[in-house]
């Protein structure tokens, strides 16, 4: 189970968050536009950083732009 260990591994790159506009999910209480995050892992769609709650969370990619 890697996902355990995401908070504890190099950072990959970082990542400006563009906007919280999203059509089907809350975003805005765990994002915050013009903020910097650390991506621990990447897939396809998704960036799984360190949120604001200082979580790992998966978000689609539109939402960011890398740096």
Known sequence: MIHLKW???ETI????CRHV???KYQVHN???P???YDVKNETEEFYFIID???KIG???KYYFEEI
């Open 7 to 9: 908070t504890e591994t």
């Open 13 to 16: 790159k970082q990542l400006r």
């Open 21 to 23: 506009n999203a059509k």
């Open 30 to 32: 765990v994002l915050t």
């Open 34 to 36: 013009g903020e910097v």
């Open 52 to 54: 604001d709650t200082g």
């Open 58 to 60: 998966g978000f689609e």
